[in-house]
């Protein structure tokens, strides 16, 4: 069992305008917490329709309608997830050609947690920050989706090149003249918990001669404890080998 604080940052923190950059989330059995930068999770479904009634089953809320992202192949449903920040049900675009953002969306059996967003202000001085400590990056890079209303959402994005199957968190920047999703997403859920149940490794070693050893007998999830109309539920991302640095073997 774990005994330290709720969350412990193994990459280091980094503060800017309020965020904090993590490469992995710990949790104690004794305390819930949740980042107050988080943004939004993502449930991944191989069909947009099978993920909104599946959230409204667990939740009691029907998800509505978000609309496409141009370029990436997906297309969206939210829910409000308390104050500024939403859950975002992710399914393929049947309207795009080609599927380029999480490619494992038609493999699904079922709709699960396959990433998180943290809300950050500085995302270029962020950019650096983790490029310094080696952690591989995709962007910044701007977003954009327009709404039903005409309105158009305006983000910025940084991807990690490894998130491990949503264990670790991309970040957002909204625009300032950008309204958000949560403003206007239906039902009334409440995120309650976020944690991690392992260790993962994201920098470069801190020393010579180490290197990193897997542990598939320790897997590693996300789980985040939502409150919905009709109780608790908890969704969960695909389980990862947990990982630490070990000396490195002799020849």
């Known amino acids: 069992m774990l005994s330290r604080r709720s969350f412990i940052r193994t990459s280091g923190l980094y503060a800017s305008g ?29 069909d947009l329709d099978e993920g909104i009634a599946y959230l409204e089953k667990l939740s009691g809320y029907r998800a509505a309608y978000g609309g496409s992202h141009p370029g990436r192949g997906t297309r969206n449903a939210l829910l409000k997830l308390g104050h500024h920040s939403y859950l975002e049900i992710l399914a393929p675009d049947p309207e795009q050609p080609a599927l380029v953002w999480h490619k494992e969306l038609p493999t699904l059996d079922e709709p699960r947690l396959v990433g ?36 158009i959402l305006r983000w910025t994005l940084l991807l990690r090149a490894d998130d491990r199957e949503g264990i670790l968190p991309f970040y957002i920047a909204w625009d300032s003249n950008s309204p958000h999703p949560s403003d206007d997403a239906p039902g009334g859920c409440l995120l309650v918990d976020l944690h991690g149940t392992g260790p993962l490794v994201e920098t470069p070693p801190p ?30 991302t695909k389980s990862v080998p947990s990982e630490h640095w070990s000396p490195s073997e002799l020849p």
Do not use: C, W
């Open 116 to 151: 998180y967003a943290e809300r950050v202000n500085d995302i270029n001085t962020l950019a650096v920050h983790l490029k310094k400590r080696g952690v591989e990056l995709f962007g910044p890079t701007p977003g954009s989706r327009t709404l039903p209303n005409g309105d």
């Open 18 to 46: 309020g965020a904090l950059t993590a490469s992995l989330v710990l949790r104690s059995q004794e305390t819930r917490s949740v980042p107050p930068e988080l943004d939004h999770l993502i449930v991944g479904a191989r």
């Open 207 to 236: 020393r010579p001669g180490l290197h990193i050893k897997k542990d598939p007998s320790k897997p590693v999830q996300l789980r985040a404890t939502i409150a919905g109309q009709l109780g608790e539920f908890v969704l969960a």
